[in-house]
């Protein structure tokens, strides 16, 4: 089965919708232990920073790549301030999320060390409601060199993994949950980059939070198609709430199929199953063999004693 994810919609119906403020600007960033703070383009790397400000050449050009190698052993700081009002601090809950960060970070948010991370490729959703105020917000992020912080494990491993890209004599690339090529490969050169490389969100909302839809293909045939809807929903009520799930899937904006289910939503993160059938499925065909049959999903989760909405939708194909 081919799934493919969209964007969350967060909505409600007769009361306030959540509220998504993008951080990108106002950032700014240095090297640690300088006080020479410079603009900074986020989402972006600490070398494209760099040569923006004219303090890096250009490294594809000539035996420049051996000149800017020093980038790869420093501390590097990011840091913004944006402003939050009462009414945002008065929701029910606020989530700071970090949609990729390259690679060993850590995040303060007013004094408060929010998360260390070690991974580009997962994003992180931080809850930050407690730590927020009134006015002003200072969010700082030092990014630690990708090199020292794995040297260690090379040194003391005893033998070289192959990692024939790697263009270092210390082949540290293999301890990291990072881009590979950035340690160089046959096709391009060295820049062991850091940076915040995808999108930092803040998100306040009210009683709950729809955080993930899967559709599993359970069985198929040419008569009918079963498939589980799987939910994820977050309830920050302190409260169980009653609730009200809907599935829905159409082909081409035509009929819909849907699914209700009644449920009590806990405290914390509840999983809930939604199985649906569909009878005589359009099969996806690869190119060449026929039509690629797509459908379109949705999912509703309306929580009673407010009656929110929460929205999430995917696209799926049923081979």
């Known amino acids: ?144 060199s990708p090199i020292k912080q794995t040297l260690p494990q090379w040194e003391t491993n005893g033998f070289d993994y192959p990692a024939d890209n790697d263009h270092s004599d210390k082949r540290v690339s293999i301890y990291s949950r990072k881009a590979p090529y950035s340690y160089g490969w046959d096709w391009g050169i060295r820049l062991v980059t850091s940076g915040i490389w995808r999108p930092v969100t803040l998100t306040f909302y009210d009683v709950a939070r729809l955080d993930d839809y899967y559709v599993r293909q359970a069985s198929v045939t040419k008569e009918r198609a079963e498939v589980e809807n799987r939910l994820t929903v977050n309830c920050v009520s302190t409260a169980p709430q009653k609730a009200e799930v809907t599935v829905a899937c159409s082909y081409k904006n035509g009929e819909k199929v849907t699914g209700r289910k009644e449920v009590t939503l806990q405290p914390g993160t509840n999983h809930i199953l939604l199985p649906l059938e569909i009878k005589q499925p359009h099969l996806w065909m690869p190119n060449g063999w026929g039509e690629p049959a797509l459908y379109d999903f949705e999912a509703e989760v309306k929580v009673m004693i407010k009656w929110w909405l929460l929205k999430k939708s995917v696209s799926d194909s049923v081979p």
């Open 1 to 144: 089965m081919m799934l493919g994810c969209f964007p969350m919609m967060l909505c409600a119906k007769e009361y306030k919708k959540s509220e998504n403020l993008i951080l990108d600007k106002g950032w700014e960033f240095a090297q640690a232990g300088r006080n020479e703070w410079l603009p900074a383009t986020v989402p972006g790397t600490v070398h494209q920073d760099l040569i923006s400000h004219h303090k890096l050449p250009d490294p594809f050009y000539g035996m420049n790549e051996q000149k800017v190698q020093w980038v790869e052993n420093e501390d590097w700081i990011y840091k913004t301030t944006f402003n939050v009002t009462d009414e945002q601090l008065s929701r029910d809950a606020a989530l700071l999320v970090f949609e990729g960060l390259d690679t060993y970070a850590d995040i303060y948010l007013n004094g408060s060390l929010l998360k260390r991370t070690d991974n580009m490729f997962v994003g992180y959703t931080l809850p930050v409601k407690e730590v927020l105020r009134k006015g002003e917000n200072r969010l700082q992020i030092l990014f630690h």
